[in-house]
Nanobody, 124 residues
Framework: QVQLVESGGGLVQAGGSLRLACAAS????????MAWFRQAPGQEREFVAV????????YYADSVKGRFTISRDNAKNTVYLQMNSLKPEDTAVYYC????WGLGSAKAVDYEDWGQGTQVTVSS
């Protein structure tokens, strides 16, 4: 089991940027698929981005493509989500998730371990 702790959320104006971090402990992430999901009030949790190390893969939801970048630092056991050109519709709780099989999936059910979430609020 992997313990995940997100950080970096906050309040930002539309057009601004934030960088989220997900620090993992318990196991090395090098073989894991790591993803970010988000959930807005009254809505279902939705996929944002995923990264897999071997074979290399990054994949984004259409709604964030070109604005968000997912990356990982295996030495620090940390995954990042750089969010640029933020929009009010990006407001949500953002969750980090880990998949020990490295599927690179966009489906929440494929992830075994989750962080507690970090709030991102984008004002117009």
């Amino acid at each position: 089991q992997v313990q995940l702790v997100e950080s970096g959320g906050g309040l930002v104006q539309a057009g601004g940027s934030l960088r989220l971090a997900c620090a993992a402990s318990g196991r090395a992430l090098s073989s894991y698929g790591m993803a970010w999901f988000r959930q807005a009030p009254g809505q279902e949790r939705e996929f944002v981005a995923v990264i897999r190390w071997t074979p290399s893969l990054t994949y984004y939801a259409d709604s964030v493509k070109g604005r968000f970048t997912i990356s990982r630092d295996n030495a620090k056991n940390t995954v990042y989500l750089q969010m640029n050109s933020l929009k009010p519709e990006d407001t949500a709780v953002y969750y980090c998730a880990a998949d020990q099989w490295g599927l690179g999936s966009a489906k929440a059910v494929d992830y075994e371990d989750w962080g507690q979430g970090t709030q991102v609020t984008v004002s117009s």
